[in-house]
């Protein structure tokens, strides 16, 4: 096929300010700018936009399309293998078809590190997650959370919920700030959200209560400087930048591609805004977490791998 | 002359869409007078007052207050010039008390404390005057219609009405209410009040007012001095042919008991509404039930028409018992050989969207004969429909044409042929000619003694005292749910009656109540 | 034990306040209008458009009073749209609601996106462009004082000024209702609107005004929810069906104002325990699915509709346009 | 005195295409205010919604869609009773097409799975609509609020079951197994292949027949049965069909039995037809857009296939615009739905007055004239 990337995002649009919107800043523009082509996008209004979408991008010959998020895996499935000429990716899921690329990231490891920089902030001995709808993936988040506050302190308290079952999940701050309240009553002090536009809330939450609260996806230190105490970022604007680049170059392969810590596929954001809350030995520390975990020293329980987090 | 008037109209014209309601009416109203207006059923009264009072504007015409034009935009125009209306439907504030009700739209302040107790002082003041006692605080809705009216009366003069209109007032009223109605009125006008009434009774016409004007399908068509007229003049004005008041009734022998009614108890929300009731009808005889309206009257045609299940006693009805264990609902009722005409076409009787044909299937649209296996048979319907609409000369004898479309007396002609042709055994009639002119009035009471004659049962309820004592054998009359007093139609008259209604009975005739 | 008392009494009576006062605004804005005859299920739409303007204007202008004020526009410009509707043109009310809520689930984002370019939010605001928590004289110096002490400190200090206004907008509504010409007017047009015209007093403008009393207080709702509460900034689809749950709260109420706001204490209490409830092993239990918990606001509005607080009773004439005339 | 009728096309054409309009001006307002020039958004719309053959097989889909939603709120209306339970139902009835085709789809063949499906559909959607009219006949509850909160209640109870039930152990997102293909309901270019029509593959399935037929049905029902009769008579005035011996407590239920059926019958277009799964929140608004649709198509089966197809051609045509005009937001197209729902349901007497006038000012002059000309 031709070389005409596109993409198509989930149902909470481009802007989310979290995953999609990632993709878009990271990887759209960027690769506009670099490269002078334009990328074709999409945006579904509803559940059955998504295939139709999905298909339409196809039959214009776009190829490699990328799909953002796991919602896309059974349209990406099926549309794949209609159009086996046009390149597909898929974020966060896996496909198995040779004109698909499953890209998956290791949020678990991300999210370790996360934890352990919580656990190392925390002066009550406990933490809190706060997910969005209650699926596997959040769960995976939550998993790695736990393994690496538990890492730096085994006595540590974790508090974890969700904050809801629908998508609508995604969307609630108010409930959010409800959550990290209840856990800030409970002896938390700091929080990570992986909660999409809920984290706003939880943000917020904390830094009316001087706690601190930890974001995810993008680089989300910005949003409250002095309370976010570091982002796990999952670099899904890079990756998708990649796939497009290698089709560009003509280096495009199907099949299973993890971005893990050591692809610098996730990892943990230090910027200006968060600087002074990172102390100099909290730093070496997680640099050498950071180091045993890609070399495997540390090996970081995949909640996918059983759907349960069985860890200890 | 003209500023003896407290009222003129000039070329009033007033459509509602299609509805040509009233048509370049002239009138004049003298200052001091009771002025009586009669009219068949649409002939656009109720219309015309409403113009008057600011409730509809008119589409062309003056009116005249005092001799000056003045321009009724709304209600608050005409409570300033002075008038004041009693509508036909209350027009109050069920859950409201008597007080709030009276002061509503004349608060006298933004806070309510400041008006209260003025306008209870005045409320005080208007009884003593007029003799219109009422308890301030009662809530509205829990009061008699003949106190509902009371306060719509209070709300006129509360507001200062010179004029006020008064539309259908006694329909709901015992004779002694609307005797002391007009007391009222008489006293009213004494002290210089302008009254206009509406009425279908022409006895009340002749009785109270100075002056009569006569509408006719939206027109104006006569003005008379009621010195200078009679009854039966009025009605031909109205009808536009002579009207017969006398109904035919030969003695009749009646037969076995068809319907039988032994200590029927109805309960609602815990209060007994009928308390141990029993009576029996016979075949080939009109039993007559009497009773200011909310004494259990309805609750009985309902409970014997299967609306309402009953609480205990036992009914029988044309050899099928029906008992608080064994309730038979309307379809069944009418399976064994009963027909209803309900007390209230609109609520009951009638769909208002449904066609005439439709509407002349209810509750007998089960029956084989209007139905295929699933479908229903469209042209039996149809069919049966044309042809009882010519026999009952129902106008216009459109199947297809919506219920609403026809005037009250052919809709009721409508339920009454409904009810009448399925040749029941039993027939209940509720207020078979309410609101229904004189014309139609005739040719109701006329079906109605047929069915007496052809040997059926018939039990007559009715506000009606003039159409009960012309029509029953027998009368019963109904007091706070219980029958207080039974009497043979040539015994009644409507002083005895309505003493029985304010259960007042007189000693010697309780006795042969209790053992009917 | 203290422990007990102050996890699972204090802060969700503290969550509860929080929660509830958007409802209790709503609550009282359903109440005006209702009473008056019409029919609002455009509450949900109005919370979301007032939040969005609040926050929008908040932003702009650096000042949460003026994004109130801004919301409060809205709400009453949207509330006018419903009177028109339903009050000039006699259309249906539940459907307007309906249009009313689904326009402004678009119009805020399409809006919001075309302004702020932030996918339909707005950026989060800070200082002024906020209502602080207030905290009361001495809270702080109380919390030792077994029971009164975290009351006062925990429960009623340490809000927004939105939330205080809104539980005095309570009593002032039943003042405003039963005891002024207004409310006897405005009560009487929903139980009987002909009357009210007979009365000399327009039903048009009788429930347009109360429409405007409905807008204003939804107004003040949607900026507590954007500027006035846990969140400082509009989120698209933030009211999430506050304002059903508002409506149903009011039934309860028997359309009154404090048996309303005691309903929406029972849903923002039923939502803090949610929140607390998560992952908390019941014993014997286990951990209740959060699916469950979730459906416990509905349900039981569901259960307690069904009658079990004894049949309220409708204003009369709610829903039903006046119409004099057949045309 | 000659009285004046105006003919039904003015109420049931001129009129709903004015509302249209309006919605449609409006709109286009919106679409000058964000920069997109509203003739090309129009143009791209309309072509993608019935400009070539792909584009029409997506409008019918989505009409076939709206066709049942609408069909089951026009159904409850007629006793008027407000669902607005259309989205948890349809829900519901996506779950019991899941069940049977994941429970019976492996061991028995299309003939038979197909009307299994369609039973399961129609039974989970009037179960779920049974309870909410249960409620409101024997204890008075407002039906409005119980069937809002029912759908809030099968968002959780779905969400419980996809998670913990249904969904394969592999799967990320919160979706049941793709359903077996025996319980697959044919496509239309698959049937129309068939009898030699060739049109391009789309998601346009037989259970557009199904609509159809289904439209007849309430017709046939509502308009020419005992039972219709009844439920109408119940939905026009409950005292009178009280005194018919109509119990309404069984009309209640029968009437949203039936309207929950019908919604629940939406599972067979976009679970059996074209998604083979059930997915979180697959509904998505067209059970509250039934109501629209119902009441634009004045609650008449005819009315109810126009209003759908307009319905379906905002759809469409909205996805080709937010694919044609990526700056554009797709919620554009929401905004759209709105002002069409704003204008020809709630506004929908605005027009009415005037058009009336000036028709009767029309004909009356034309009238006038010929009495003028026999004068003379
Ligand atoms: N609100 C209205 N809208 C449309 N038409 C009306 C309205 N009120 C009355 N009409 C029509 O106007 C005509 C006159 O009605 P009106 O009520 O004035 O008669 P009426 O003389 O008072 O009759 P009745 O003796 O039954 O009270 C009737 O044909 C009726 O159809
Ligand atoms: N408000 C109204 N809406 C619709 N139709 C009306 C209304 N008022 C009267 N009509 C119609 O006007 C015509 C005559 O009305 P009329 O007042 O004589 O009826 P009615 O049976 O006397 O009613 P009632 O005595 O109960 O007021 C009928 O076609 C009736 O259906
Ligand atoms: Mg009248
Ligand atoms: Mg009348």
């Not at chain 2, 009576?279 to 200011?292: D, K, P, Q, S």
């Amino acid at each position: 096929a031709k070389f005409a990337p596109a993409v198509i995002y989930d149902q909470a649009g481009k802007n989310d300010k979290s995953f999609n919107e990632a993709v878009y800043k990271d990887g759209v523009l960027p690769f506009t700018a670099d490269t002078g082509v334009k990328v074709r996008e999409f945006e579904p209004q509803n559940e059955a936009q998504m295939e139709q979408g999905l298909r339409r991008l196809a039959q214009r010959g776009n190829s490699p399309i990328i799909a953002v998020g796991f919602t896309y895996a059974s349209p990406v499935e099926k549309v794949a293998k209609e159009f086996p000429d046009i390149q597909f990716a898929i974020i966060d899921s896996v496909i198995d078809l040779p004109n698909v690329q499953s890209i998956v990231f290791a949020e678990h490891e991300g999210s370790f590190l996360v934890g352990a920089l919580a656990a190392m902030k925390s002066k009550t001995g406990a933490v809190g997650f706060i997910g969005g709808m209650d699926i596997p993936l959040i769960r995976k988040f939550a998993c790695g959370y736990v393994q690496g506050a538990k890492y730096v302190n085994p006595s540590i308290s974790v508090f974890e919920n969700m904050t809801g079952t629908t998508p609508a999940a995604w969307g609630d701050p108010a409930k959010g700030a409800e959550l990290a309240k209840a856990q800030f009553s409970k002896g938390a002090d700091v929080v990570y959200a992986a909660a999409g536009g809920t984290g706003i809330g939880v943000y917020q939450a904390a830094k009316d209560e001087g706690k601190y609260a930890i974001g995810v996806d993008s680089n989300q230190n910005y949003m409250q400087p002095g309370t976010m105490l570091t982002s796990m970022t999952k670099k899904v604007g890079y990756a998708s930048y990649q796939s497009w680049k290698e089709a560009q170059d003509g280096t495009w392969k199907g099949g299973l591609k993890v971005m893990n810590l050591a692809a610098d596929g996730v990892d943990w954001a230090l910027d200006q805004y968060n600087k002074d809350l990172i102390t100099d030995d909290m730093k070496a520390k997680m640099d050498a977490i950071e180091a045993d975990i890609k070399s495997g020293k540390i090996k970081v329980y995949d909640y996918m791998t059983s759907n349960s987090c069985d860890i200890q | 002359m003209t500023d003896s008037l407290a009222i003129e109209l000039r070329g009033i014209d007033k459509r509602f869409g299609e509805v040509h309601a009233n048509k370049y009416i002239d009138l004049k109203v003298n200052k001091g007078t009771i002025h009586g207006i009669v009219g068949e059923n649409g002939a656009g009264k109720s219309t015309l007052m409403s113009i008057i009072y600011g409730f509809y504007q008119a589409d062309a015409g003056d009116i005249l207050i005092d001799g000056q034009v003045v321009h009724i935009k709304g209600s608050q125009d005409a409570i300033d010039a002075g008038i004041g209306m009693v509508h036909q439907h209350f027009m109050l504030v069920d859950n409201f008390t008597v007080l709030e009700n009276v002061m509503l739209g004349t608060e006298g302040g933004m806070m309510l404390r400041q008006g209260m107790s003025k306008a209870r002082t005045e409320l005080q003041r208007l009884a003593t005057d007029y003799g219109l006692d009422i308890d301030p605080d009662a809530i509205v809705e829990e009061l008699p219609v003949g106190l509902q009216q009371r306060v719509e009366i209070l709300k006129a003069l509360y507001r200062g009405a010179k004029v006020l209109i008064l539309d259908e007032p006694t329909g709901v009223l015992t004779p002694q209410e609307t005797e002391h109605l007009f007391k009222i009125l008489a006293s009213l006008k004494a002290r210089g009040t302008t009254v206009i009434l509406i009425t279908h009774k022409l006895r009340e016409i002749m009785a109270a007012t100075d002056h009569v004007s006569v509408m006719r399908r939206g027109e104006m068509v006569a003005h008379v001095d009621t010195a200078n007229t009679n009854r039966e003049e009025l009605a031909e004005l109205m009808v536009g042919r002579k009207v017969r008041f006398k109904v035919e009734r030969e003695a009749h022998a009646p037969g076995k008991a068809l319907l039988s009614v032994k200590d029927v108890v109805v309960r609602e929300g815990g209060v007994d509404r009928l308390k141990n009731i029993s009576f029996e009808v016979r075949e080939g005889e009109i039993l007559g039930v009497a009773g200011v309206s909310g004494n259990g009257q309805s609750e009985l045609l309902e409970a014997l028409s299967g609306i309402r299940p009953i609480n205990g006693g036992v009914i029988e009805l044309n050899g099928h018992q029906i008992t608080a264990e064994h309730h038979m609902d309307p379809y069944q009722i009418r399976g064994i050989g009963v027909g209803h005409v309900p007390e209230d076409r609109h609520k009951m009787g009638l769909i208002n969207k449904f066609d005439a044909q439709e509407a002349f299937i209810l509750g007998y649209h089960r029956k084989a004969e209007y139905n295929h296996t699933f479908l229903q048979n469209k042209n039996a319907i149809l069919k049966d429909c044309q042809e009882k609409m010519d026999t009952w000369d129902v106008r216009p004898a459109d199947p297809c044409l919506k219920t609403a479309n026809f005037s009250g007396g052919n809709q009721q002609k409508l339920v009454i042929a409904r009810e009448v042709e399925q040749d029941p055994d039993v027939l209940l009639v509720g207020q078979p000619t309410r609101g229904v002119d004189i014309g139609a009035i005739e040719f109701i009471h006329k079906r109605i003694i047929d069915m007496r004659n052809a040997g059926k049962a018939v039990l007559l309820v009715s506000v009606e005292l003039d159409e009960i004592m012309s029509l029953a054998d027998r009368i019963i009359v109904m007091f706070d749910g219980n029958i207080v007093g039974e009497i043979s139609s040539d015994q009644a008259d409507e002083k005895t009656l309505g003493l029985m209604m304010a259960n007042c009975t007189p000693d010697h005739l309780q006795q042969a109540g209790g053992n009917a | 034990m203290l422990e007990f008392w102050f996890n699972w009494i204090i802060l969700p009576l503290d969550s509860m306040l929080r929660l509830s006062t958007p409802l209790v605004l709503c609550a009282l804005a359903g109440m005006f209008s209702e009473r008056a005859g019409v029919v609002n299920i455009a509450l949900e739409g109005m919370l979301l458009a007032a939040a969005f303007a609040a926050a929008a204007a908040a932003y702009v202008s650096g000042s949460a009073w003026i994004g109130m004020l801004a919301a409060i526009g809205a709400t009453i410009a949207l509330s006018m749209l419903h009177g028109f509707a339903t009050i000039t043109h006699r259309g249906n009310q539940i459907v307007s609601g309906m249009a009313i809520n689904i326009l402004v689930t678009g119009a805020t984002v399409i809006l919001g996106r075309y302004w702020f370019d932030q996918g339909g939010q707005t950026p989060n605001l800070q200082g002024d462009a906020r209502f602080e928590s207030i905290n009361w004289w001495g809270a702080e110096k109380v919390m030792d004082i077994p029971i009164v002490g975290p009351i006062y400190g925990e429960v009623l200090s340490g809000h927004s000024i939105v939330l205080y206004l809104a539980f005095a907008l309570v009593p002032l509504s039943w003042f405003i209702l039963f005891r002024t010409r207004f409310g006897l007017r405005l009560r009487a047009v929903g139980e009987n609107p002909a009357a009210v015209d007979t009365a000399g007093i327009s039903v048009i403008k009788m429930r347009y005004l109360a429409l405007v009393v409905c807008g204003i207080l939804t107004g003040i709702a949607g900026s507590y929810l954007s500027t006035g509460g846990n969140v400082a900034q509009f989120i698209p689809n933030m009211s999430a069906g506050k304002g059903y749950i508002a409506l149903a709260a009011l039934i309860f109420g028997k359309w009154r104002p404090v048996p309303a706001m005691f309903g929406c204490f029972l849903f923002g209490l039923l939502e803090a325990y949610a929140i607390r409830l998560q992952g908390v092993e019941i014993l014997g239990i286990g951990s209740i699915p959060v699916q469950f918990i979730e459906m416990v606001p509905y349900v039981l509005t569901v259960v307690l509709l069904a009658g079990f607080i004894g049949q309220s009773r409708a204003p009369k004439a709610v829903g039903i346009p006046y119409v004099k005339e057949r045309e | 005195m000659s009285q004046q009728r105006i003919p039904a096309w003015i109420n049931y054409a001129v009129i709903p295409v004015l509302n249209v309009l309006a919605a449609f001006l409006v709109s286009a307002l919106v679409f000058i205010y964000i920069g997109v020039s509203p003739i090309d958004a129009a143009k791209v719309m309309w072509q993608g919604a019935f400009g070539y053959s792909e584009g029409w097989g997506y409008t019918l889909y989505y009409t076939t869609g709206f066709i049942f939603t609408g069909l089951a709120v026009a159904v409850a209306f007629s006793a008027q009773l407000f669902n607005i339970g259309g989205e948890g139902q349809a829900y519901l009835g996506g779950l019991g097409v899941t069940f049977v085709s994941l429970w019976f789809g492996n061991a028995l063949p299309a003939i038979i799975m197909i009307p299994l499906v369609i039973i399961a559909a129609g039974v989970f959607g009037a179960g779920w609509a049974y309870i909410p009219a249960y409620l409101q006949a024997k204890r008075g509850s407002h039906i409005v609020i119980t069937t809002i909160m029912f759908n809030l209640i099968s968002n959780s109870l779905i969400g419980y079951i996809l998670l913990q039930v249904l969904k394969p152990a592999a799967s990320m997102a919160s979706e049941s197994a793709i359903l077996p293909e025996s319980s697959w309901i044919p496509r239309m270019h698959e049937v129309l292949s068939v009898v030699g029509i060739d049109v391009t593959p789309t998601p346009w399935n037989l259970s557009f027949v199904f609509a159809l037929l289904c439209c007849v049905f309430v017709w046939l029902f509502l308009w020419h049965t005992r039972w219709g009769y009844e439920i109408r008579a119940y939905g026009a005035n409950a005292s009178a069909s009280a005194y018919a011996g109509v119990s309404s407590v069984k009309i209640v239920l029968l009437a949203m039995i039936l309207s929950g059926m019908l919604s629940g019958f939406f599972a067979l277009n976009m679970i059996s037809g074209d998604v083979h799964q059930l997915k979180l929140n697959y509904v998505a608004g067209f059970g509250f857009t039934g109501i629209a649709v119902a009441l634009m198509g004045r609650n008449h089966p005819v009315g109810i296939v126009l209003a759908s197809l307009l319905f379906g051609f905002l759809y469409q045509g909205g996805a080709e615009l937010a694919f044609e005009f990526p700056g554009v937001d797709s919620k554009i197209i929401v905004v759209l739905q709105g002002l069409i729902i704003l204008f020809s349901g709630a506004l929908e007497y605005m027009f009415k007055p005037s058009v009336e006038k000036l028709y009767l000012s029309l004909t009356r002059s034309r009238s006038n004239n010929d009495e003028e000309a026999q004068n003379a």
